[in-house]
């Protein structure tokens, strides 16, 4: 007995069939009609109800596929071709990406393994309206099929299909094929954390390799890198359908004491067996776990079509909320250390030359400064160095006033920063020449080849230079570096608005031209002009914005910057939502802020929604824990798809679209992008290493720590500080808000404060970050720091990063007031909005605190 949203449902192997001809499955929101033919039963007609009317679903079907092989299907790569031409896809440069592109070109993947048994059953009931049951006999096996309206769902129906084997072997159930979507009717389709588009896309690997289209193939993807487990197609009559496996029939990434990510048991495509569009399921995966059946045993299948009268976002949060209960994991969160306490232990670890692998070396006559990097540099002998947020360093040593930072980290790395900047004339002239220095050969190199990407110069001159002239704006030569970068970036700027992907450094030949350059390089431009106020920046990147809306945005396809993979879609899809919005703000241009909104829905599906997390216990490296204290729900890829590093390594716990989706749920009200945020931020204890509050960057790696990424404890102190920033303006309505920065580069869309007042409910204030000012009892309490020194006051922001209301108490030490180490509390006032509400007792500066769930509390302190 399965059951389904409180419902019970049997399957019986033995059925007392009637002799009708037609049977109809209907309720409030679905009316489905099979017909029987000469070859059995097929699905006739398919009515979806709309708000006002009844929509006909085209091409009804009604089709299903088992598939068999007597034998282990084959594990050898398939060569592929294109034109009659051998691919030689990727690379073998691409070292890491090699493994998993033989992988998923293997024949069970590409969807030719074994044997296709298609058929329209024979055999057709109806029990009482409410349930459907068909069954066939095959050459392999017998089959059963269930189908109901879910009670629950009125537009959801709920199928269960059982097989009895009558030969040994290894089998697969294929969800039939409700209805087929001509390539014309195609509104969309979506494979989630896969591919999407409107189109079928003929070049294989642009599509299944870059997620640009949906491939011509009907290959089978891996449910390791399926965001959420719902394949769907929308056509141009308004009707989305999904098909929705049950619960429990994915892999678990961790089963009791081991790591099973890569286990695969559950098989995804936009495509029948037959290359028809239709959302496809497989259970079990040909050849893997659960498929070998001996002669009488049974297997069994649970899934659900969801068939609506709207476009793919709703269906799409729809498997997310109500089937796989999102919203229910951050009931179970526990926290164990509050994010602002991280924040401050990141602070000793940063500034502590052994820990952080601070290194220093001269260049060209300067002193140069930058972190160690131990992870993979084309040409480096364990040589590389590499300073990550800029603005995150600059802003912790401003709020802290932490003279290790000012004196021996920042005039270090800010030399690293201009010299990284080729400086000699030429086609490079303003670049930067590479994101890493190698002390060894003395020289900057990028990432995986001899080659300058213009989104290179984007990131680290225009970013970070930007980022540092907000906190030094008359440094001269940054600001110089900075408008030689703009002038070469916008020389770089093509006819149409866009720019090439890299350039050879040796011939300044454009190099990957089968690709476009789907990122957001246009952010260069608009830092330049938030910076310098030259109009032709900000002309530049609105050109570059609207070329980038019409080739990316519109179609869904999305370019990475990570060179080692090359180039697989990654964060940098986050990236382009800020900027859009940011390009919006200057402008006013409605069309930026709708552009972003419609890229922050596809970045949703960068989002683990799958398995549903639990209180099972775990045996992690010897420790006990819980399931959902390892859960990868709410945590997103660095890549994903066919070849990205989730594939083998799983999200990432960098997690710096957090503030940002806060922001957007601020600004949309839809609660996906908060719900998403802190499901990332909040709870994740078990990949925090307890020595140095550095969280690993890799899911697999747990409570690794940093590793061979020393720089990223920088980018940890960037997205918790956007992340904490934006939920105090969210909770205070707008009432506490700090100016931002600009994005830090690569990872995500994090921007950096502290470089100029903000305000708390009208009064100016300065953000500051003191160890020892405030200490809370409780782990849940977060909290923010702001001073007014013109009027003697400090403001404390109390954050409850819970689901249940917060009581506590919080301790205040005045002498650890910057520039007042003998400063006396003369009034302390809890403050609103409408201001001041109520007053706290000066005799003691320990104070109780009650915050309802997920609220905010400020406290004014005159002294």
């Given at each position: 007995?399965?059951?389904?949203?409180?419902?019970?449902?049997?399957?019986?192997?033995?059925?007392?069939?009637?002799?009708?001809?037609?049977?109809?499955?209907?309720?409030?929101?679905?009316?489905?009609?099979?017909?029987?033919?000469?070859?059995?039963?097929?699905?006739?007609?398919?009515?979806?109800?709309?708000?006002?009317?009844?929509?006909?679903?085209?091409?009804?079907?009604?089709?299903?596929?088992?598939?068999?092989?007597?034998?282990?299907?084959?594990?050898?790569?398939?060569?592929?071709?294109?034109?009659?031409?051998?691919?030689?896809?990727p690379e073998p440069v691409y070292r890491y990406i090699t493994s998993h592109w033989a992988q998923v070109t293997q024949p069970v993947q590409l969807n030719t393994a074994g044997k296709a048994y298609h058929f329209y059953p024979k055999h057709g009931v109806q029990n009482s309206g409410k349930e459907l049951r068909f069954s066939e006999e095959t050459a392999v096996a017998s089959v059963n099929a269930s189908w109901q309206i879910d009670p629950v769902y009125a537009q959801d129906v709920l199928v269960i299909i059982n097989i009895k084997a009558k030969k040994s072997g290894y089998f697969s159930i294929a969800s039939p094929s409700l209805a087929t979507v001509l390539e014309k009717e195609l509104a969309w389709g979506l494979m989630p954390g896969y591919f999407q588009g409107a189109a079928i896309e003929k070049d294989f690997v642009k599509a299944y390799a870059y997620g640009q289209g949906i491939p011509d193939q009907p290959v089978v993807v891996r449910e390791r890198?399926?965001?959420?487990?719902?394949?769907?197609?929308?056509?141009?009559?308004?009707?989305?359908?999904?098909?929705?496996?049950?619960?429990?029939?994915?892999?678990?990434?961790?089963?009791k004491d081991k790591n099973t990510h890569n286990e695969w048991l559950l098989g995804l495509s936009l495509m029948n067996r037959k290359a028809a569009l239709t959302p496809t399921v497989y259970h079990p995966v040909l050849g893997q776990k659960g498929s070998y059946l001996k002669t009488g045993e049974s297997s069994s299948f649970t899934f659900r079509y969801s068939l609506q009268a709207t476009d793919w976002y709703p269906v799409f949060k729809h498997a997310v909320y109500d089937i796989y209960h999102f919203k229910d994991f951050l009931a179970l969160k526990q926290t164990a250390q509050s994010l602002t306490d991280r924040i401050l232990a990141m602070?000793?670890?940063?500034?502590?030359d052994k820990t952080s692998m601070w290194r220093t070396e001269t260049f060209k006559d300067l002193s140069i400064g930058a972190q160690a990097y131990l992870g993979g540099v084309l040409g480096s002998d364990k040589d590389a160095m590499k300073n990550s947020d800029y603005g995150a360093m600059w802003m912790l040593a401003n709020i802290m006033k932490d003279s290790v930072l000012q004196q021996e980290r920042l005039p270090f790395a800010r030399n690293f920063k201009l010299l990284q900047q080729q400086a000699a004339p030429g086609f490079f002239e303003g670049a930067a020449t590479g994101q890493y220095y190698l002390s060894k050969s003395k020289k900057f190199t990028e990432e995986w080849g001899p080659y300058v990407e213009p989104i290179g110069l984007t990131y680290y001159t225009l970013m970070d230079i930007g980022n540092i002239l907000l906190f030094q704006p008359n440094d001269a030569a940054l600001k110089a570096g900075l408008r030689k970068g703009a002038d070469r970036l916008l020389s770089w700027q093509q006819q149409h608005g866009g720019w090439a992907i890299a350039y050879d450094h040796a011939s300044e030949k454009k190099l990957f031209t089968e690709l476009?350059?789907?990122?957001?390089?246009?952010?260069?431009?608009?830092?330049?002009?938030?910076?310098?106020?030259?109009?032709?920046?900000?002309?530049?990147?609105?050109?570059?914005?609207?070329?980038?809306?019409?080739?990316?945005?519109?179609k869904g396809h999305f370019l990475g910057v990570c060179g080692d993979t090359r180039f697989?879609?990654?964060?940098?899809t986050g990236q382009s939502i800020q900027a859009l919005l940011t390009l919006h703000e200057v402008t006013k241009n409605k069309a930026y802020l709708a552009a972003a909104i419609k890229t922050a829905r596809f970045y949703t599906t960068s989002v683990y929604t799958h398995p549903i997390p639990d209180q099972t216990l775990k045996m992690v490296k010897g420790k006990s824990l819980q399931d959902w204290e390892i859960s990868q729900v709410g945590l997103s890829f660095e890549h994903g798809g066919s070849i990205g590093s989730a594939n083998s390594l799983g999200p990432i716990l960098l997690a710096s679209h957090a503030g940002l989706f806060v922001r957007l749920f601020q600004l949309t009200k839809d609660s996906i992008y908060v719900d998403m945020a802190r499901a990332a931020a909040l709870g994740r204890d078990a990949f925090v290493d307890k020595k140095t509050s550095v969280a690993s960057y890799y899911w697999t790696k747990m409570d690794a720590g940093p590793?061979?990424?020393?720089?990223?404890?920088?980018?940890?102190?960037?997205?918790?500080?956007?992340?904490?920033?934006?939920?105090?303006?969210?909770?205070?309505?707008?009432?506490?808000?700090?100016?931002?920065g600009f994005i830090t580069p690569k990872v995500g869309p994090h921007q950096s404060y502290g470089f100029a007042p903000g305000q708390v409910?009208?009064?100016?204030?300065?953000?500051?970050?003191?160890?020892?000012?405030i200490k809370a009892d409780n782990p849940y309490l977060d909290y923010t720091q702001a001073i007014n020194s013109d009027q003697k006051k400090c403001f404390l922001?109390?954050?409850?990063?819970?689901?249940?209301?917060?009581?506590?108490?919080?301790?205040?030490?005045?002498?650890?007031?910057?520039?007042?180490?003998?400063?006396?509390?003369?009034?302390?006032?809890?403050?609103?909005?409408?201001?001041?509400?109520?007053?706290?007792?000066?005799?003691?500066?320990?104070?109780?605190?009650?915050?309802?769930?997920?609220?905010?509390?400020?406290?004014?302190?005159?002294?």
């Open positions: 007995m399965i059951v389904f949203s409180g419902l019970a449902i049997t399957c019986a192997l033995n059925i007392g069939w009637q002799n009708i001809n037609s049977i109809v499955l209907n309720g409030s929101g679905l009316d489905l009609r099979w017909e029987k033919s000469g070859d059995g039963w097929h699905l006739a007609g398919i009515m979806v109800k709309s708000k006002n009317s009844w929509i006909k679903m085209p091409h009804p079907d009604g089709n299903y596929t088992l598939l068999y092989s007597a034998y282990q299907p084959d594990t050898a790569a398939v060569p592929l071709y294109r034109d009659n031409q051998k691919i030689n896809f890198t399926a965001s959420t487990l719902s394949p769907l197609i929308s056509s141009k009559n308004g009707l989305t359908m999904a098909v929705i496996p049950q619960p429990g029939t994915g892999r678990n990434p961790w089963d602070h000793k670890y940063v500034t502590d476009e350059d789907l990122r957001p390089t246009f952010y260069g431009m608009l830092v330049a002009y938030q910076i310098l106020g030259d109009e032709k920046y900000l002309q530049a990147a609105c050109k570059g914005a609207d070329w980038y809306i019409e080739h990316a945005v519109n697989v879609p990654d964060f940098a590793g061979s990424f020393p720089h990223h404890a920088w980018w940890q102190i960037g997205w918790i500080t956007d992340y904490l920033l934006s939920e105090t303006e969210l909770r205070s309505e707008g009432g506490i808000k700090f100016p931002r409910y009208g009064i100016p204030a300065s953000l500051m970050l003191v160890d020892g000012l922001t109390l954050l409850n990063n819970s689901g249940k209301t917060l009581k506590t108490q919080v301790h205040f030490n005045p002498n650890k007031i910057p520039g007042s180490p003998s400063a006396k509390v003369k009034n302390a006032n809890w403050l609103t909005a409408t201001g001041k509400t109520g007053s706290l007792s000066t005799s003691s500066t320990s104070w109780p605190v009650e915050i309802a769930a997920y609220g905010l509390k400020v406290i004014e302190i005159e002294y």
